[in-house]
T-cell receptor, first 115, second 104 residues
């Protein structure tokens, strides 16, 4: 079972470059999320999509955009990368919106370094 | 604003030495307190959900309990393979995690 798949797993960017992190889930979940994880800061929510066709900002949305392409896929785009966006990014999904008690299923993470 | 605080930040135990990890929360109407385990280089993996004060759930050497203000993850006779970071979460907000190291 693949679960939640993220690509790429590793990426190095130069300041100002753009890139898109891809996420796909095969569990027929309605809700999807993007988190970033930094040492000492824990997991912080960037954006989430409660259902296909909707997206909402989380705690740290600045510098990011998202697209819920269909029920399976949720992408995160950095338009002009900055060193402060060096982090490990996790995509997650849930059957119902986690705000309403749904447990999250996470991908393996994408490790991004911005030079 | 919902807040989730975990303590201590790190905990080192000897194999077989039982202990507890704490998660305190300040939320408006509890609708589920979650515990996750995260191994190095991996995404978090769901362990438990607790919905009401007094509720307890167990899995192998782990037992999660819930009061009106705190949740505890009790680890009984831990083994080195229990070494990981343990996260608690409420709705979409995660605590910073507790890194547990168990020495053989």
């Amino acid at each position: 079972n693949a679960g939640v798949t993220q690509t790429p797993k590793f990426q190095v960017l130069k300041t100002g470059q753009s890139m898109t992190l891809q996420c796909a889930q095969d569990m027929n979940h309605n809700s999807m999320y993007w988190y970033r994880q930094d040492p000492g800061m824990g997991l912080r929510l960037i954006y989430y999509s409660a259902s296909e066709g909707t997206t909402d900002k989380g705690e740290v949305p600045n510098g990011y955009n998202v697209s819920r392409l269909n029920k399976r896929e949720f992408s995160l785009r950095l338009e002009s990368a900055a060193p402060s966006q060096t982090s490990v990014y996790f995509c997650a999904s849930s059957e119902v919106l986690a705000r309403d008690t749904g447990e999250l299923f996470f991908g393996e993470g994408s490790r991004l370094t911005v030079l | 604003e919902d807040q989730v605080t975990q303590s201590p930040e790190a905990l080192r135990l000897q194999e077989g030495e039982s202990s507890s990890l704490n998660c305190s929360y300040t939320v408006s109407g509890l609708r589920g307190l979650f515990w996750y385990r995260q191994d190095p280089g991996k995404g978090p993996e769901f362990l438990f959900t607790l919905y009401s004060a007094g509720e307890e759930k167990e899995k192998e050497r782990l037992k999660a309990t819930l009061t009106k203000k705190e949740s505890f993850l009790h680890i009984t006779a831990p083994k080195p393979e229990d070494s990981a970071t343990y996260l608690c979460a409420y709705k979409l907000t995660f605590g910073k995690g507790i890194t547990l190291s168990v020495r053989p």
